[in-house]
């Protein structure tokens, strides 16, 4: 007789038309257009409801975001400054594709990405302010060098580094989380059983046929006993599993609020927009001080001052959405409802493992109802089943009188995966204080919006206003960002060296056969995508 046994895991075939490639990305009108009609229906003959599997595949959503951001600000700035805009326009495509590097998994600090795009900007916007003179290369370094001393831009570029960073690094941790979390339950969900294991699985299931009771189920109490035996170590996940748990309902919490990435990537045009028009209206401030720090200038030949119409005199004022208007992405739906819906598929996975005897014998078709305890299988004959069940849990199998297990090997792999959930568990919470583990050795104190976490603005967020949640501000002064070597100038904007690092997914070992029915775990497997 063949022993290798089979449990559906027909509920994960929604990922046959939810998941997209995690890491990179997908021409929107290819997924606009793939039908999930055959998993639909496959779904539906194996006796479960539809109401979980998409109608057509879902559309990344962060990106979209970042794409409706990068678009918003062209058009913005193409009509308030015209031809000054489309002639630097590489600098602000820069600051967009390395969001999407970010975002993306790449090896991108945020920090650095919008050091060097106000580095870019405060050269471009001193030049067109004073459009009299000719500034070489080396000139325009220096201005660049002393921006953080004269802060041409106010106050502005912090703001917006605080906004965007805790944003994009929670969205990305959140991302990143659901992903593994979903990797997780790939791997395991899939292994060998052993001997023990399977010889408690032909007795409680197949033993009624040898006796001539092909109808009689077992006893719930001895189904039990077999499950938690053949899951133990699965079971020992639970306690990590609730952490990431936790972390991912705390991180979904931030981006309704302070974190909100959506109104981040709304908020950049905005606060570029302030940032310039607060160096031109400093200009001759700025331009004296400058001056006196670099040295004078060799003025132009034949070339006048601009016109105010040139200048931006005739700028569009910039409006903000209101929460009916709020932008919807292909997904066709917006963070707040996006988080919302998250948020309620996990309140149930709390304590998924060790409930997985429980939902392997409650269903009818695989163990006796409760009410039947006295005419049940009881592993012997028809009866009911004494023994008492086993905890949860490795250790408590000691004393299983269905399965015996060996408590001194604990399964390697399953320790694996335990300390996948506390690495992804951990990387959570600090994105939950706006850091990012990826780059805290090289940015201790200011990180990817690490030192300024606490902060908080009444135009924070456009047309948003002061958000109500206390903050505890640290009370140690960030160490310094150490020293970054000369940028390297560029006449297009483009960058070099740049380590295009990608966090890759580690690949499932083959395994036997599946061993968990996962009759609840929708979430990791249709929400991950949505969130890409």
């Given at each position: 007789?063949?022993?290798?046994?089979?449990?559906?895991?027909?509920?994960?075939?929604?990922?046959?038309?939810?998941?997209?490639?995690?890491?990179?990305?997908?021409?929107?009108?290819?997924?606009?257009?793939?039908?999930?009609?055959?998993?639909?229906?496959?779904?539906?003959?194996?006796?479960?409801?539809?109401?979980?599997?998409?109608?057509?595949?879902?559309?990344?959503?962060?990106?979209?975001?970042?794409?409706?951001?990068?678009?918003?600000?062209?058009?913005?700035?193409?009509?308030?400054?015209?031809?000054?805009?489309?002639?630097?326009?590489?600098?602000?495509?820069?600051?967009?594709?390395?969001?999407?590097?970010?975002?993306?998994?790449?090896?991108?600090?945020?920090?650095?990405?919008?050091?060097?795009?106000?580095?870019?900007?405060?050269?471009?916007?001193?030049?067109?302010?004073?459009?009299?003179?000719?500034?070489?290369?080396?000139?325009?370094?220096?201005?660049?060098?002393?921006?953080?001393?004269?802060?041409?831009?106010?106050?502005?570029?912090?703001?917006?580094?605080?906004?965007?960073?805790?944003?994009?690094?929670?969205?990305?941790?959140?991302?990143?989380?659901?992903?593994?979390?979903?990797?997780?339950?790939?791997?395991?969900?899939?292994?060998?059983?052993?001997?023990?294991?399977?010889?408690?699985?032909?007795?409680?299931?197949?033993?009624?046929?040898?006796?001539?009771?092909?109808?009689?189920?077992?006893?719930?109490?001895?189904?039990?006993?077999?499950?938690?035996?053949?899951?133990?170590?699965?079971?020992?996940?639970?306690?990590?599993?609730?952490?990431?748990?936790?972390?991912?309902?705390?991180?979904?919490?931030?981006?309704?609020?302070p974190f909100n990435v959506e109104l981040a990537a709304d908020s950049i045009s905005v606060k570029v927009s302030e940032a310039i028009m607060h160096m031109q209206e400093n200009s001759v401030t700025i331009s004296t001080k400058v001056f006196q720090g670099c040295g004078s200038p060799r003025p132009a030949q034949g070339r006048s001052k601009r016109s105010p119409k040139e200048s931006g005199g005739n700028r569009r004022p910039f409006r903000t959405y209101s929460p009916e208007e709020k932008p919807t992405t292909a997904a066709g739906t917006n963070l707040d409802r996006l988080v919302s819906e998250l948020k309620e598929r996990l309140r149930p996975m709390h304590g998924f493992w060790v409930s997985l005897p429980h939902t392997t014998c409650n269903d009818e078709k695989l163990a006796a109802d409760v009410t039947n305890e006295d005419r049940c299988w009881n592993g012997q004959a028809r009866g009911r089943y004494l023994p008492d069940v086993t905890g949860d849990g490795l250790v408590s199998q000691i004393n299983n009188p269905e399965v015996e297990v060996d408590i001194a090997r604990p399964d390697v792999r399953t320790r694996q995966l335990i300390m996948e959930l506390r690495v992804v568990t951990n990387k959570l919470r600090h994105a939950q204080s706006g850091q990012d583990m990826d780059f805290m050795d090289s940015e201790e104190g200011s990180g990817s919006g690490g030192g300024d976490y606490g902060e908080r603005y009444n135009d924070d967020w456009p047309g948003y206003g002061p958000y109500s949640p206390p903050y505890n501000k640290p009370s140690h002064t960030p160490a310094s960002s150490p020293a970054k070597p000369p940028r390297v100038r560029e006449k297009n904007g483009s960058k070099k060296n740049r380590k295009p690092g990608m966090v890759q997914a580690a690949a499932a070992s083959p395994l036997t056969f599946s061993l968990v029915p996962l009759l609840s775990l929708p979430i990791m497997v249709t929400v991950a995508p949505m969130w890409r």
């Open positions: 007789m063949d022993t290798r046994l089979s449990f559906s895991r027909s509920p994960l075939l929604v990922v046959l038309c939810a998941v997209t490639v995690l890491l990179g990305t997908r021409s929107p009108t290819a997924a606009a257009g793939r039908s999930c009609a055959d998993t639909r229906q496959v779904y539906a003959e194996k006796g479960y409801g539809i109401n979980t599997a998409p109608l057509t595949q879902i559309s990344e959503f962060f990106r979209e975001l970042i794409e409706l951001s990068e678009k918003s600000m062209n058009q913005m700035f193409t009509k308030t400054y015209g031809r000054l805009f489309t002639q630097n326009a590489h600098v602000f495509q820069e600051l967009f594709v390395e969001l999407r590097r970010y975002y993306s998994g790449g090896s991108v600090s945020l920090t650095e990405v919008l050091s060097d795009f106000w580095s870019r900007l405060v050269e471009r916007v001193f030049s067109l302010v004073n459009p009299q003179y000719h500034f070489s290369d080396d000139y325009l370094e220096c201005v660049s060098k002393h921006a953080e001393q004269l802060q041409p831009f106010g106050d502005v570029p912090r703001k917006l580094r605080v906004q965007v960073s805790r944003a994009f690094i929670a969205a990305r941790a959140l991302s990143q989380g659901l992903a593994t979390g979903r990797d997780i339950v790939n791997k395991a969900t899939k292994l060998t059983a052993d001997s023990e294991c399977v010889r408690g699985l032909m007795r409680q299931w197949y033993c009624p046929l040898c006796r001539g009771l092909p109808s009689l189920r077992p006893c719930r109490s001895l189904c039990l006993n077999v499950m938690k035996g053949c899951l133990a170590n699965q079971a020992d996940l639970d306690n990590e599993w609730n952490n990431f748990i936790d972390a991912l309902y705390q991180v979904s919490e931030k981006l309704e609020g």
